[in-house]
């Protein structure tokens, strides 16, 4: 008698501002003398590889788009920033270490 074990789990991901509904079907089948534990630990690798928890998770809230003032002023910072490394360069100044969080 042989024993077929499927897991198959329907994933509904909708984007709730628009409306619009995605579904993904993720399937592993058991393997000959497979344990339920490694059949289980097989389909969340799966889960893992196929990105949907991550989808769902940046979906879970919302972010507010950025104002258009705020986009100019975004922008003129940047061409400032990259006007100062330009003229900083013909000077011969040595270079910034960057700023921001550093990992030790």
Do not use: C, W, Y
């Amino acid at each position: 008698m042989k024993l077929e074990v499927r897991i198959i789990i329907l994933f509904k991901l909708q984007n709730t501002k628009f409306k619009i509904h995605k579904f993904m079907a993720l399937e592993v089948k058991r393997k000959e003398k497979e344990s339920p534990q490694n059949l289980v630990h097989r389909f969340t690798r799966v889960v893992r590889q196929s990105g949907v928890l991550l989808e769902v998770r940046s979906k879970q809230f919302h972010k507010r788009a950025k104002s258009a003032l705020a986009k100019k002023r975004s922008a003129l910072r940047r061409v400032k920033v990259r006007a100062e490394k330009k003229r900083q360069d013909k000077l011969g100044k040595p270079k910034e270490e960057k700023r921001g969080r550093s990992f030790r």
